[in-house]
């Protein structure tokens, strides 16, 4: 994986993995890569992944991005060692992928010169040997304590002959061998089940586990001794799982249908004569147990039977907890994966960069408080010469905001085509989402359509934030013009409005999570301080007032995580160049 190598003038460097298709770079903490550096504006510039490529943009830095050398005016392409400055800090481009493939030439060409044979087969197969070896004496030692320690409540018959020491080692050997090789959980259980039947002689076989951080057992694996396939309806006592789990006690009756413990109890209707139930653990944690029972007389279960049910449970519990734990490892990594690739599709949505527009300046961005956000914003340019802007937030967060918030881009783009009236549009917008989203979902929206010839503004506000326009003479306008949010009357009706922005004026479009952001007292930032943020530095550009909004934000909230996301959309009219 590619990585930046961060240099700093006064201490160690950092290195950063390139794991993400965007990331951005500055002063500010919400930045993926944050610099501590006095010289980079709060959102400086942005790595992008584009294929197998990585470009460099500048976000309208106050100082610049320079690449090699040379400021970076516009999209850059990165090359393994290329240097990024940021102010005083450097920020070396690795292509870790490139690097590899020239070690890997430069080993092979130097294998023909080395003196020291390959490993024989034989030592190898060796090690492994003496390392599973190993690892199963460690299994029966636990075997032993687990065994010793645990207690035991049973009604038995005298066992016809009793076990000896080498035919138990016997079996943990087995079991050992049995369950060394790699297997899933689900596997795992199944071998174990049938390790109980050569065990014990049991007519069903039970294994039951917690599930997560459930209190209540889960069947996974139910087997018969005498055929394949489905067991019928599984249920077993109540009292066996407390005493078993609850108290970490192995259970015996040898006639279940006598047993006190049992009476009136699902054992003694399901016509069961013997039972034996052990508990699965590591240490002092149970996480489940190996239940078997037979109905017939003849196959009474004995304290032997106990004895090796006990042993095989407690060494196949190492592997079971093995498997449990990799089960998990997997299904983390696998939900990683998944969030990284939604994570990839939402960034995709956004701008890359935004459009050259003469007389205005354009910047927009937009801060997840989760892994993947529900935001939306867009810079869209039309075939007739309009540029529409809109920002979007759905209700709800994390992974079906984001689901959502991929539905209202598409339907946004698939409308913004047609040239249709904005009020026809935004309609059309709702209807698709009124038709295609839950009942419970909703989407408040900002879409407007800018002249950049004449200045002049058209609008629908579907439920969202009001945009603010901050004037040059001082004044503040809100854009609060339009309907109900998207998604929740299939036919309500929207209104248009028309405002005109005049050379030096300013379009602020936000989204609920820069004026609810809170404090440490959990005070909110809200509309005012927004207003003070923007008309102090109505001088600035578009991007430095993009800056001051975050650096506000991050001074009143005192390192409080945000509990939204933050996107910002700005519109300056500059007036040069129409």
Do not use: W
Not at 223 to 231: A, L, S
Not at 371 to 379: M, P, R
Request: charged fraction near 20%; include cysteine.
């Amino acid at each position: 994986m590619p990585e930046l190598v961060v240099n700093y003038p006064d201490h160690a460097p950092d290195v950063f993995p390139l794991g993400r298709l965007r990331i951005t770079i500055g002063r500010s903490a919400r930045n993926d890569l944050c610099l501590a550096d006095p010289f980079a504006s709060r959102v400086h510039a942005e790595v992008r992944r584009e294929g197998d490529q990585y470009f460099l943009q500048d976000l309208g830095s106050a100082n610049g991005t320079y690449y090699n050398g040379a400021r970076a005016e516009a999209s850059v392409t990165l090359a393994g060692g290329g240097r990024i400055q940021i102010g005083e800090t450097e920020i070396v481009f690795k292509d870790l992928a490139a690097a590899g493939e020239l070690t890997a030439a430069t080993i092979s060409e130097d294998e023909d010169d080395a003196d020291d044979a390959p490993v024989p087969e034989a030592t190898i197969a060796f090690d492994s040997a003496h390392r599973t070896t190993s690892g199963l004496l460690e299994a029966i030692e636990g075997a032993r304590t687990q065994t010793s320690g645990r207690h035991v409540s049973s009604t038995a018959i005298a066992p016809e002959r009793g076990i000896e020491q080498g035919d138990l080692l016997a079996l943990i050997s087995k079991v050992g061998v049995t369950l060394l090789a790699s297997a899933t959980l689900d596997e795992t259980l199944r071998q174990i089940a049938r390790l109980v039947f050569e065990a014990v002689p049991a007519e069903r076989c039970l294994i039951m586990l917690r599930e997560g951080n459930e209190k209540e057992l889960r069947v996974r694996v139910a087997e018969m001794r005498t055929h394949q396939g489905e067991v019928g309806e599984v249920r077993v006592s109540r009292t066996i799982i407390e005493e078993v789990v609850g108290q970490g006690r192995s259970v015996l009756t040898s006639d279940a249908q006598h047993d006190p413990r049992f009476k009136s109890s699902t054992v003694t209707f399901q016509g069961i004569r013997s039972v034996l139930a052990v508990p699965l653990g590591v240490g002092a944690s149970l996480f489940g147990m190996i239940y078997a029972d037979s109905p017939l007389t003849e196959s009474r279960f004995s304290e032997d039977h106990l004895k090796v049910l006990t042993t095989l449970g407690s060494v196949a519990a190492i592997r079971v907890e093995n498997a449990r734990l990799l089960e998990e490892h997997l299904e983390q990594e696998s939900y990683a994966r998944e969030l990284q690739l939604a994570r990839e599709i939402q960034q995709r949505f956004q701008p890359t960069s935004p459009p050259i527009v003469p007389g205005f300046e354009l910047q927009g961005i937009s801060f997840p408080s989760y892994e993947i956000g529900g935001d939306y914003y867009d810079f869209i340019p039309c075939s007739d010469g309009r540029l529409v802007v809109a920002l979007g937030d759905v209700s709800g967060k994390g992974t079906s905001a984001a689901l959502l918030m991929s539905s209202l881009h598409a339907a946004v783009h698939a409308q913004v085509t047609s040239c249709r009236p904005l009020t026809e549009t935004i309609s059309a917008v709702n209807r698709y989402l009124a038709d295609n989203t839950p009942a419970n979902r909703f989407v408040t929206l900002f879409y407007a359509e800018l002249d950049p010839l004449t200045g002049s503004i058209s609008f629908i506000n579907a439920g969202h934030n009001p945009p603010l326009i901050a004037r040059s003479g001082g004044t503040m306008e809100q854009l609060g013009a339009g309907g109900l949010p998207l998604g929740i009357m299939r036919d309500a009706a929207y209104r248009e409005g028309r405002t005109q922005l005049q050379v030096g004026d300013v379009l602020v479009a936000y989204s609920d999570g820069v004026t609810e952001t809170q404090n440490p007292t959990g005070e909110e930032f809200g509309t005012f301080r927004l207003e003070q943020a923007i008309t102090q530095n109505l001088d600035r550009s578009a991007a430095g007032i993009r800056d001051k909004i975050e650096a506000a934000l991050s001074t009143f909230a005192q390192g409080t995580p945000a509990v939204d996301d933050i996107t910002l959309l700005i519109v300056k009219s500059t007036g040069e160049e129409k």
